[in-house]
């Protein structure tokens, strides 16, 4: 068919085509054909919708059979000069990494350290195999591939812009087969990341705030860049942000125990005892100064280039009763005025590494994060995949959706925490000041008492029942619903009120709170209806509660507490305040308390002191109303506002001094 043949038949085809339009326009009657057309579309959109998501396919996140990882022993064994290393032990670990399997990153932390001190002695057909896994991993989320591994929590941001700088640096003319980059590229590109990551604890401090877990994780990410890194801003910085994380262990320490409210914490940092030491590394620094075990923190104890102030060391110490106020993280809805609102890379490692995903504030990021990184195949986030419908996107319905269903997962955003820590010698008593009281909670952990370095109780709203198997929340980790906490030094009031009905995608929905008060634990314990009062040592403990409370059945730790709308007060007291432990729970059962569940308002009185907690409201004392948004620091030890110039501790004419913009960090 020949050039004028075409342009007739066309010229033709589109006549008759406009005439039909035209022709449908001329019926009267035509609403019920666009309803037609318009329902064949949606339909036809969403089988093309379903047809392609069901399609994705999904990594594995943990290996199906246990691997032996020894990375961080065959570090030590090295520091240690042990004879005949048996090199094959690191196959476990070089497979891990190399199926990029989730926490892959902790495991390069001594892989890395070894390949700076110890290169010289790996075996050549070991180092290939190092090297075959190192340049063909995945360490960032917007590099090529697919994997289920979390790069997005804070201690795995750092984690992964370590290990890559570090690698880009000691081999930087290596193409790296993953992705294309060279040595060189991929240290520019992790420089960029670990510097944002560094500037966001600097002017805010840190997300996951007071977390006994993942510090440890930020500490042997950024003890490797200390010790190896050769760029002078990246190492210098990093000292500084090392500061400030020893400086939040410092404060909510006592007697080496590290404990306290927190933006994560799991059932051991909740509960406490000998093994809330930070690995290790409160007794190394402060305490009798054993060494801590391998691990990926060991670094530590071999570091040439870090050595933690003294004045951090003399905080640690101090047995004075100190107040200390602290801002830490950011709220949701400040994410736009902080500049930390869009899809762009920093904004994502703020957003995500609050572990913001299905909040109403910013579900559509995230769901466009994961659609153009190819991580509907990551088992952590693959059900996203059912909010991928085109329809959803194109009339921008995210957040409606978000706000109609209110999933339970909205309660794993870790926003700002405003904390209080009360500190004595005997005890510490703390919260997060009215920390988004009734939403959904997640590993948060809002208020407690140490019973000196012994262990700890705290109350909470359990997500499930015992026994069932779910990571977070779960019975004694998180909360169903958070309680509105606030507290002023040795007394801290919570209100609970619970839904009666379950919310859409709720897992359960559990009518009754309950506290851990370890009886077994404690010298002597009284429980009288509705107070639970507890002495170890010279440390003395009441819990106060609206019903009655018992013991669940079989355990000497669990205290039941049934209802809905409830309170908890936890009282602190010691024999220097009370001298006998008989006068503490005479005072405490004659002090005043009203209650009003309609209302949810809570009036205590103690020790002359009046206290008035009105739920999602204010907390008032003596008739005061108490500011519960606080600076950055608020201590004996230093007074420094939010987003800081500069940050001055100071305690027993010791000093530290750290200017992060300027590079300076003088004690």
């Known amino acids: ?340 609102y869009g899809e762009d890379n920093k904004s994502m490692m703020m957003q995500l590494g609050m572990e913001a995903f299905t909040n109403p504030e910013i579900i559509r990021n995230t769901i466009s994060f994961i659609r153009s990184h190819n991580m509907f195949s990551n088992e952590f986030i693959s059900d996203f995949k059912f909010m991928d419908f085109s329809l959803i996107k194109w009339l921008r319905l995210e957040s409606l959706i978000a706000r109609i269903i209110n999933p339970q997962t909205n309660g794993v955003a870790i926003q700002k925490g405003n904390t209080y820590t009360y500190k004595t010698k005997e005890y510490s008593l703390y919260s997060a000041q009215k920390y988004h009281p009734g939403t959904y909670g997640d590993q948060q952990h809002v208020a407690g008492m140490n019973i000196k370095n012994y262990f700890s109780i705290f109350h909470t709203h359990p997500a499930l029942e015992e026994g069932i198997p779910h990571s977070s929340p779960n019975y004694w980790v998180g909360y169903g619903y958070l309680p509105h906490v606030a507290q002023d030094r040795n007394v801290s009031l919570a209100i609970y009120d619970i839904p009666n009905k379950k919310g859409l995608m709720e897992m359960d929905l559990l009518d009754y709170t309950h506290a851990y008060f370890p009886a077994m634990e404690f010298d002597s314990v009284i429980l009288k209806r509705n107070y639970a009062m507890g002495k170890k040592g010279t440390t003395y403990s009441a819990l106060i509660s609206y019903n009655p409370l018992q013991y669940k059945e079989n355990t000497s730790d669990n205290l039941i507490q049934k209802g809905k709308q409830t309170f908890w007060i936890i009282e602190a007291g010691s024999q220097s305040d009370d001298q006998t432990f008989s006068a503490f729970c005479e005072r405490i059962l004659n002090n005043k308390i009203e209650f009003d569940p309609e209302i949810l308002e809570l009036t205590y009185e103690s020790q002359d002191r009046k206290y008035n907690l009105n739920f999602g409201g204010d907390f008032l004392l003596d008739n005061e109303k108490m500011n519960m948004e606080y600076i950055r620091y608020n201590s004996p030890y230093s007074q420094t506002a939010v987003k800081p110039d500069s940050i001055r501790i100071e305690y027993n004419d010791k000093y530290l001094f750290l200017d992060f913009y300027n590079l300076t960090r003088d004690f």
């Open 1 to 340: 068919m020949g050039g004028e043949h075409l342009k007739t038949f066309f010229n033709q085809g589109r006549r008759n085509f406009m005439g039909k339009i035209k022709s449908f326009f001329k019926i009267k009657n035509r609403w019920p054909y666009l309803l037609l057309g318009l329902l064949i579309f949606v339909i036809g959109t969403v089988i093309i919708d379903l047809i392609r998501i069901s399609e994705y396919k999904l990594y594995p996140k943990k290996p199906s059979e246990k691997i032996n990882l020894q990375q961080d022993q065959i570090y030590y064994d090295l520091i240690h000069e042990v004879d005949d290393l048996d090199w094959s032990r690191l196959d476990g670990t070089l497979k891990y990494i190399t199926k990029e399997y989730d926490c892959s990153d902790f495991r390069l932390v001594n892989l890395v350290r070894i390949l700076y001190d110890f290169e010289s002695q790996i075996p050549e057909e070991t180092l290939s195999e190092i090297h075959n896994t190192i340049f063909g991993f995945r360490y960032w989320w917007d590099y090529p591939g697919e994997n289920s591994m979390c790069y997005w929590s804070e201690n795995h941001q750092i984690l992964f812009a370590s290990a890559e700088y570090l690698i880009g640096q000691r081999y930087p003319d290596t193409v790296f087969q993953s992705d294309g980059h060279t040595g060189r590229e991929h240290m520019a590109l992790a420089k960029k990341r670990a510097l944002d990551w560094l500037e966001m604890r600097w002017k805010y401090g840190f997300t996951e705030f007071f977390s006994g877990v993942y510090y440890k994780e930020d500490i042997g990410a950024m003890i490797n860049l200390i010790d190896y890194a050769e760029d002078e801003e990246l190492v210098k910085k990093t000292r500084i942000i090392m500061d400030l994380l020893f400086y939040d262990v410092a404060t909510q320490n006592v007697n080496t125990m590290f404990v306290s409210t927190s933006g994560r914490a799991y059932t051991g940092n909740r509960k406490g005892g000998s093994e809330a030491t930070l690995g290790g590394l409160t007794n190394y620094y402060w305490g009798d100064g054993k060494e801590i075990n391998p691990g990926m923190m060991y670094g530590m104890i071999v570091t040439e280039k870090y050595s933690l102030p003294p004045v951090l060391i003399d905080i640690a110490k101090d047995t004075n009763s100190v107040v200390v106020k602290q801002s830490s993280g950011l709220d949701l809805s400040e994410l736009k005025t902080e500049g930390y």
